[in-house]
Nanobody, 126 residues
Framework: QVQLVESGGGLVQAGGSLRLSCAAS????????IGWFRQAPGKEREFVAG????????YYATSVKGRFTISRDNAKNTAYLQMNSLKPEDTGVYYC???????????????????WGQGTQVTVSS
């Protein structure tokens, strides 16, 4: 089992950058696939980015490709989401999620993940 804690959210102007962190408890973080999702008010939670346990596969939602970068540091039990060129439509609560798997498949739906953090608010002003 793993517990996830997100941090790094905040208020930023359009065009700005933020770096989110997802700190995980437990000794087996390196065997988990990690995903970032976001949820805007009144909307469903949507996939943003994902990374497999070995960083072999990294994938993004079309809306953030080229602007966001997902990474992980297994030695620090932490995953990151670097967000550049932020837009007002990027506003929402950002969640990291984990699934214990050594598969290299892309996991893009909420039901595919077993563990979730509490979320961190990102607000992009125009």
């Amino acid at each position: 089992q793993v517990q996830l804690v997100e941090s790094g959210g905040g208020l930023v102007q359009a065009g700005g950058s933020l770096r989110l962190s997802c700190a995980a408890s437990g000794r087996t973080f390196s065997t988990y696939a990690i995903g970032w999702f976001r949820q805007a008010p009144g909307k469903e939670r949507e996939f943003v980015a994902g990374i497999t346990w070995s960083e072999h596969t990294i994938y993004y939602a079309t809306s953030v490709k080229g602007r966001f970068t997902i990474s992980r540091d297994n030695a620090k039990n932490t995953a990151y989401l670097q967000m550049n060129s932020l837009k007002p439509e990027d506003t929402g609560v950002y969640y990291c999620a984990a699934k214990a798997t050594l598969s290299l498949e892309q996991l893009t739906t909420t039901r595919e993940y077993d563990y979730w953090g509490q979320g961190t608010q990102v607000t992009v002003s125009s």
